[in-house]
Nanobody, 126 residues
Framework: VQLQASGGGLVQAGDSLRLTCAAS????????LGWFRQAPGKEREFVAA????????FYADSVKGRFTISRDSAEGTGYLQMNSLKPEDTAVYYC????????????????????WGRGTLVTVSS
């Protein structure tokens, strides 16, 4: 499975963006989906994740209440709706897939995800 993230851009604080993660294969539906981000000079960090069946979702405290993760497994697509963006949300955003067997506590770790797409840059100006 190959992934491609898109939808990034330059916005002002308070604006919204929706990122899309497109998968190359229908096998996408067998995986858990995660979004991560990496700001300049910082380590890649967890943003949000959703179980393969689209039920349970998980969020970093920094985005809870502002970001919403979703997926359309039939279309092989995942989304990250980002509202009330802040300058500190500026980063390259990546989508990634983790095996369906990934336990809840591991959903937050980059090490659980073995398929990564190219990132998309989100820049939030103040």
């Amino acid at each position: 499975v190959q992934l491609q993230a898109s939808g990034g851009g330059l916005v002002q604080a308070g604006d919204s963006l929706r990122l899309t993660c497109a998968a190359s294969e229908r096998a996408f539906s067998a995986y858990n989906l995660g979004w991560f981000r990496q700001a300049p000079g910082k380590e890649r960090e967890f943003v949000a994740a959703i179980r393969r069946r689209g039920g349970a979702t998980f969020y970093a405290d920094s985005v809870k209440g502002r970001f919403t993760i979703s997926r359309d497994s039939a279309e092989g697509t995942g989304y990250l709706q980002m509202n009330s963006l802040k300058p500190e949300d500026t980063a390259v955003y990546y989508c990634a897939l983790a095996p369906q067997s990934t336990i809840v506590s591991s959903m937050y770790s980059t090490r659980s995800y073995n398929i990564w797409g190219r990132g998309t840059l989100v820049t939030v100006s103040s």
